[in-house]
């Protein structure tokens, strides 16, 4: 995932972070991370699916979030889909 420059904020440099998918469904999708990310960042998901070739783009804005257990196992993200 790369996460996009907020409009106000152009110099704000753009990462990537890798993360495993959760679910998916027709609305957005859920993966778990090792990193933190913002809460109202708009991402840009590459999902690598092992039968096709290359991966799907989807433009997705964070919508929820939950650290996963105590010891510091990553963080829940709910993408939402951007239509």
Do not use: D
């Amino acid at each position: 995932m790369r996460k996009l420059p907020l409009v106000f904020s152009p110099q704000e440099p753009l990462g990537t972070v890798r993360g495993r998918l959760q679910n998916i469904s027709r609305g957005g999708l859920c993966i778990l991370t090792e990193e933190g990310l913002n809460g109202a960042a708009v991402m840009v998901c590459e999902i690598t699916v092992p039968e096709l070739p290359v991966p799907i783009p989807a433009l997705t804005t964070i919508r929820w979030s939950e650290p996963r257990g105590g010891t510091g196992e990553g963080h829940l993200y709910g993408l939402q889909f951007c239509y």
